[in-house]
């Protein structure tokens, strides 16, 4: 029982650590938003298992003390860290989500307390997804106008050709169309 629940472990550690080194260097991840935030908790629960399990081990107490130092410097800095992990290993996070249509998502979000939420355009390939498109309202804002991002009442999908997407973010009012280069990320004026 306790080798499985080792072997479980390690093996969610290491999907968790592939998972996010995908995200942080080629910008894919599991499908949906939720998958993340699955495997992130699952890895958090199975740790304190561990730990419970295997308390008598010098090793699960340096993990707990790991955790416990890691989500102390973590609060320290203004808690910045801290809202971060919290905003995004959970649904506080996300503020929209839509499927523009089978092979493309796009979702608003925002997983810092001091930056504006930020838009992003997901391609789904299976299992797994690419982001291929993310910006600012900075980005939008370069012709005078007050776009906001985290106003936005709906995301329409437009166009796809071969290297472009167009969609127009729903206000009520004045709309905005993007269109975007799918095989660098940028904005097409």
């Known amino acids: 029982m306790k080798r499985n629940i080792q072997l479980l ?15 942080y260097l080629e910008k894919i991840s599991l499908i949906g938003y939720y998958s993340d935030v699955l495997l992130f908790w699952t890895w958090l629960g199975l740790s304190v298992i561990v730990i419970v399990i295997f ?6 107490k340096i993990m707990l003390f790991g955790l416990i130092l890691g989500l102390i410097c973590s609060i320290l800095p203004m808690m910045l860290p801290f809202y971060t992990l919290v905003l995004s290993m959970s649904s506080f996070g996300l503020r929209m989500t839509k499927d523009l249509n089978e092979n493309y998502r796009a979702q608003i979000v925002g997983y810092s307390v001091l930056s504006a939420p930020w838009l992003e355009v997901i391609e789904k390939k299976g299992m797994i997804e690419k982001r291929v498109f993310s910006c600012t309202e900075n980005a939008l804002n370069h012709e005078g106008t007050a776009i906001r991002i985290g106003n936005t009442k709906d995301i329409i999908f ?19 169309t993007i269109t975007f280069d799918k095989r660098t990320g940028k904005i097409i004026l």
């Open 55 to 60: 308390w008598k081990k010098i090793l699960a």
């Open 158 to 176: 437009n166009l796809e050709t071969d290297t472009t997407l167009r969609i127009t973010l729903f206000y009520g009012g004045p709309n905005k």
């Open 9 to 23: 472990y390690i093996a969610i550690t290491v999907l968790l650590g592939v998972d996010m080194l995908a995200y």
